[in-house]
């Protein structure tokens, strides 16, 4: 598989064609962490909610995909009406579907969406909004930066 570096301008301007996409009310984000972590701030200073939060999981080691996803550091969103859960890329799908049984189970009565840069059309779960399909490896900037 082919890696493919993605910069910060790109991203930049990924999530403007985002927004432009996103046609529901929202009163809370949560960001997967780590991918989904800019997003997650970004998005919330464009929409002005301070209500950003993050949740955990680990689902690959480095390029290799675990046998199981765990999540875990799950926010209080008990005053969450409506929830935009954001990652950088919905891969397998495996990670998003998960987040959303755990978000669901713990909170049943609140409005789950879901958002993402990238989405590979062979995922279990397609997201609500993407802005585009992914054929490589993707080298976010956050991850590539600041190594030496």
């Known amino acids: 598989m082919s890696r493919v570096y993605y910069p910060y301008s790109q991203f930049r301007d990924d999530l403007k064609i985002l927004t432009t996409q996103i046609d529901v009310e929202f009163d809370t984000i949560l960001g997967i962490a780590r991918g989904g972590l800019s997003m997650a701030q970004m998005l919330g200073e464009y929409y002005d909610i301070r209500e950003v939060y993050s949740i955990n999981t680990i689902g690959y080691e480095d390029t290799q995909k675990l046998d199981s996803i765990e999540v875990f550091n799950i926010p209080n969103l008990k005053s969450a009406k409506s929830i935009l859960i954001v990652d950088d890329i919905v891969d397998s799908g495996e990670t998003l579907i998960k987040v959303l049984e ?13 958002a993402s840069i990238f989405y590979k059309p062979s995922a279990k779960i397609r997201p609500n909004w993407y802005v585009k399909e992914a054929t490589d490896w993707i080298d976010f900037f956050w991850s590539e930066d600041l190594k030496l």
């Open 102 to 114: 755990v978000i669901q189970k713990e909170y049943p009565q609140t409005k789950l969406f879901t």
